[in-house]
T-cell receptor
Framework: NAGVTQTPKFQVLKTGQSMTLQCAQDMNHEYMSWYRQDPGMGLRLIHYSVGAGITDQGEVPNGYNVSRSTTEDFPLRLLSAAPSQTSVYFC???????????????FGPGTRLTVL | DQQVKQNSPSLSVQEGRISILNCDYTNSMFDYFLWYKKYPAEGPTFLISISSIKDKNEDGRFTVFLNKSAKHLSLHIVPSQPGDSAVYFCAASEGSGGSNYKLTFGKGTLLTVNP
């Protein structure tokens, strides 16, 4: 298993450009989440999904869109990039065992995004 | 307003000694707590967790203590090893089952274990 993969690893954008951060997992996990980590800050939840076709907003959703058309993929779209979106983005997945969401949330290696 | 606080940005200990990392929370609805470890240029990895119905959970060298009345938890690492050097994040969630896809994280504590 590759686990959780994220592409690209690094990206530089200009203000106003759009792009999609890719996230895929091959563990058949129902739950997937996107977090951002800023310097000196913890991870903050952007959006999450509890299954294909179901998404919801986290703590900091503004400026981002998500969709979940398959169990495996959970892309994060930046509609019009702003310097405030310069951050490291982590995707994560997890599963439930008999209705109990397990401890282990598997994180991808992250995408480092710079918006100029 | 930060709901999960790790007030020590860094901690340095000698190899073989105990490392104690602290975490405070303000949201009384949190009922599941987790610790994650993060190396540079990698994603966080799950370390240990505790439910609010317990006050202690152990896994090898790692023990997490929860004091609900004080809204405080701590992670003890005994004995500390140089490979434990990393950033440690405290995280919390609401609701039965942990809902670990909706975590609130602290800012992290950089642990350095010196040989």
């Amino acid at each position: 298993n590759a686990g959780v993969t994220q592409t690209p690893k690094f990206q530089v954008l200009k203000t106003g450009q759009s792009m999609t951060l890719q996230c895929a997992q091959d563990m058949n996990h129902e739950y997937m989440s996107w977090y951002r980590q800023d310097p000196g800050m913890g991870l903050r939840l952007i959006h999450y999904s509890v299954g294909a076709g179901i998404t919801d907003q986290g703590e900091v959703p503004n400026g981002y869109n998500v969709s979940r058309s398959t169990t495996e993929d959970f892309p994060l779209r930046l509609l019009s990039a702003a310097p405030s979106q310069t951050s490291v983005y982590f995707c994560a997945s997890s599963y439930s065992d008999l209705g109990w969401v397990t401890d282990t949330q598997y994180f991808g290696p992250g995408t480092r995004l710079t918006v100029l | 307003d930060q709901q999960v606080k790790q007030n020590s940005p860094s901690l340095s200990v000698q190899e073989g000694r105990i490392s104690i990392l602290n975490c405070d929370y303000t949201n009384s609805m949190f009922d599941y707590f987790l610790w994650y470890k993060k190396y540079p240029a990698e994603g966080p990895t799950f370390l240990i967790s505790i439910s609010s119905i317990k006050d202690k959970n152990e896994d090898g060298r790692f023990t997490v203590f929860l004091n609900k009345s004080a809204k405080h938890l701590s992670l003890h690492i005994v004995p500390s090893q140089p490979g434990d050097s990393a950033v440690y994040f405290c995280a919390a969630s609401e609701g039965s089952g942990g809902s670990n896809y909706k975590l609130t994280f602290g800012k992290g504590t950089l642990l350095t274990v010196n040989p």
